[in-house]
């Protein structure tokens, strides 16, 4: 599975939109691009995935560039609660297992 | 609808000794993992179940550690002799059906510190 890159840290001011960018220059054509995330003392949650259109569900919008080399998930108005752990995961899907990275630490700062 | 459950949530041991942890998956799911997450990484799979078949155990310690799902439902996940170095938080997670693309629903973990 391709490798991805994403910030170690973000900020983003409560109530704006929050932008968590992820690379992924060596994705491969059946890969799919997933967002989890994973708040302080829990365990990792679902947020949105897709291929190469973008996706919208309540939680988050995902934006995935025409040459699917990078994509960007949007939390369109953040609240304290958002504060966690954004993983980026890229998988093909034949592959079963997702591969977590380090993650993305967003605080939403009042 | 019930989420995954854990448990013991905390453990604590010295090294050397064995630890058991437990995990109950959504209802209906045949697909259940067991990660291992390090203080400041991202989750690492252990193992994987369809059912009561391991799917993928090659990232799993055999060594020391062992993992069963007998009945297709409940799993243990063992750990014997515990070394310093398995201090972390197991989480354990479940799918419907293991089909790749499937969300998975993950259980908040037992953390484990080994003395």
């Known amino acids: 599975d391709a490798k991805t890159t994403q910030p170690t840290s973000m900020d983003c001011a409560e109530g704006r939109a929050a932008n968590l960018p992820c690379n992924h220059s060596t994705i491969s054509g059946n890969e799919y691009v997933y967002w989890y995330r994973q708040i302080h003392s829990q365990g990792p949650q679902y947020i949105i995935h897709?291929?190469?259109n973008n996706e919208t569900n309540e939680m988050a919008s995902l934006i995935i560039t025409e040459d699917r080399k990078s994509s960007t998930l949007i939390l369109p108005h953040a609240t304290l609660r958002d504060t966690a752990v954004y993983y980026c995961?890229?998988?093909?899907?034949?592959?079963?297992?997702?591969?977590f990275g380090s993650g993305t630490q967003l605080t939403v700062l009042p | 609808e019930a989420g995954v459950a854990q448990s013991p949530r905390y453990k604590i041991i010295e090294k050397r000794q064995s630890v058991a942890f437990w995990c109950n998956p959504i209802?209906?799911?045949?697909?259940l993992y067991w990660y291992q997450q390090i203080l400041g990484q991202g989750p690492k799979l252990l193992i994987q179940f369809q059912n009561n078949g391991v799917v993928d155990d090659s990232q799993l310690p055999k060594d020391r550690f062992s993992a069963e799902r007998l009945k297709g439902v409940d799993s243990t996940l063992k750990i014997q002799p515990a070394k310093l170095e398995d201090s972390a938080v197991y989480l354990c997670?479940?799918?419907?059906?293991?089909?790749?693309?499937?969300?998975?629903?993950f259980g908040s973990g037992t953390q484990l510190s080994v003395l």
């Open positions: 997670a479940s799918s419907n059906t293991g089909t790749p693309n499937e969300k998975l629903f």
């Open positions: 897709g291929l190469k």
């Open positions: 209802s209906g799911h045949a697909t």
């Open positions: 995961i890229v998988n093909s899907g034949s592959a079963r297992q997702l591969t």
